[in-house]
């Protein structure tokens, strides 16, 4: 798992769209659902229900929003805090 994949999960999560997800992170729509794949591929469980109309979080996938949409502060903060001291 790589925080890529986390921050592909957590965009798709709050726009309720890979399309919206693409926009965000300036990547092509394929590309999202291809990395929501195997991020869902490496857990061994869906994390969205997706219909023809909207997308949800499935519960496992609800789980993770609530507990990696932290992930890319910590990482952005641990980075600076690294570079701040070289």
């Given amino acids: 798992m790589h925080v890529k994949q986390i921050e592909a999960f957590l965009a798709v999560a709050q726009g309720r769209s890979f ?11 394929p590309s999202i659902s291809k990395t929501i794949r195997s991020l869902e591929s490496e857990l061994g469980f869906r994390l969205f229900v997706r219909s023809a109309k909207q997308i949800e979080l499935t519960p496992e996938g609800l789980i993770l929003f609530h507990r990696w949409k932290q992930v890319p502060r910590i990482v952005d903060e641990a980075v600076e805090a690294a570079r701040h001291l070289s």
Avoid at 19 to 29: C, E, G, I, N, Y
């Fill in 19 to 29: 399309t919206k997800a693409s926009a965000r992170l300036f990547l092509s729509q």
